[in-house]
């Protein structure tokens, strides 16, 4: 059974100081890799787990398994930025399910 990504692409990247002269004028983000995503439905325990974090889920998505994303990414889609939650990786290593949050204050660096 092939799993069906057909709810966009994601970006997962980092940001960037701009320095000039020593000084921080600016952050870009900058990714390292896209890929297709699903949406998921945000279960009970997820949201147990982000409360127990002191965080708001707003998202919850489903990507082809990869180990490259860890939970200091940031993610970019549809023009909004969020920071990831929670990473929980399927046994079968087909998915990774991606818990996602409000990016605060970074935002306007994109």
């Given at each position: 059974k092939h799993k069906v990504y057909?709810?966009?692409?994601?970006?997962?990247?980092?940001?960037?100081?701009?320095?000039?002269?020593?000084?921080?004028?600016?952050?870009?983000?900058?990714?390292?890799?896209t890929y297709p995503f699903r949406i998921m439905s945000v279960r009970e325990q997820d949201k147990e787990v982000a409360l127990a974090l002191n965080k708001k889920?707003?998202?919850?998505?489903?990507?082809?398994?990869?180990?490259?994303i860890n939970s200091k990414n940031v993610i970019y889609i549809r023009e909004e930025v969020y920071s990831i939650v929670t990473i929980d990786k399927d046994k079968s290593r087909r998915e990774v399910y991606l818990t996602l949050g409000v990016n605060e204050g970074e935002d306007r660096y994109v």
């Open positions: 057909n709810d966009g692409e994601l970006d997962f990247g980092n940001y960037h100081k701009i320095r000039i002269a020593g000084k921080e004028v600016d952050r870009k983000f900058k990714a390292v890799d889920i707003e998202l919850k998505v489903a990507i082809p398994y990869t180990d490259e």
